[in-house]
């Protein structure tokens, strides 16, 4: 059964402390693999696409990188507007644009 | 205005009741989503539509009933809901259907009472 798992599933940082949230997942063909920010009381916003192992994509403090099993999204130097629930979703090949979503991480970054 | 568009925000009713979601995107795209968002669950897609035809019904019960009359505008009509069916309503849209960033509506807190 095609999964998507992601970790931890709270975070909680000081301003300035680095680290890294974890997405892995199982599907028979990887078209596509989503990082979406979602602040309370919104929809998710939509942050990178990863297609390939190997590939690496970075926006303002954020980098997101890819391998055959799993996703990381590196927060260096967070700051408090940073705090948000970061969401996974993967895309198996297929005719449909269906993505399997994990269940967020919360991050909370503290001044 | 831009982006995707959600009516109501926030909607309490009855398991007897009939009321309707109202989802509009103003950037041009020809997909359009419904998605279900409950506490500590996964978001769960329940329709897509690409050009205006429904191409996935994700095994959603009928008490939940999708329209979408153009590329542009999406329906949800809802009737003799259950409380389990609380949860946040999104709206979605994307360029194409596959492989695509989708852009979503802030979502209809939905609540069942």
């Known amino acids: 059964e095609d999964q998507v798992t992601q970790s931890p599933e709270a975070l909680r940082l000081q301003e300035g402390e680095s680290s890294s949230l974890n997405c892995s997942y199982t599907v028979s063909g990887l078209r596509g693999l989503f990082w979406y920010r979602q602040d309370p009381g919104k929809g998710p916003e939509f942050l990178f696409t990863l297609y390939s192992a190997g590939e690496e994509k970075e926006k303002e403090r954020l980098k997101a990188t890819l391998t055959k099993k799993e996703s990381f999204l590196h927060i260096t130097a967070p700051k408090p507007e940073d705090s948000a629930t970061y969401l996974c979703a993967v895309q198996e090949g297929g005719a449909t644009n269906k993505l399997i979503f994990g269940t967020g991480t919360l991050l909370a970054v503290q001044p | 205005e831009t982006g995707v568009t959600q009516t109501p925000r926030h909607l309490v009713m009855g398991m007897t009741n009939k009321k309707s979601l109202k989802c509009e995107q103003h950037l041009g795209h020809n997909a359009m989503y419904w998605y279900k968002q409950s506490a500590k669950k996964p978001l769960e897609l329940m329709f897509v539509y690409n050009f205006k035809e429904q191409t996935e019904n994700n095994s959603v019960p009928s008490r939940f009933s999708p329209e979408c009359p153009n590329s542009s505008h999406l329906f949800l009509h809802l009737h003799t809901l259950q409380p389990e069916d609380s949860a946040l309503y999104l709206c979605?849209?994307?360029?194409?259907?596959?492989?695509?960033?989708?852009?979503f509506g802030s979502g209809t807190q939905l609540s069942v009472l």
């Open positions: 979605a849209s994307s360029q194409g259907q596959v492989g695509e960033k989708l852009f």
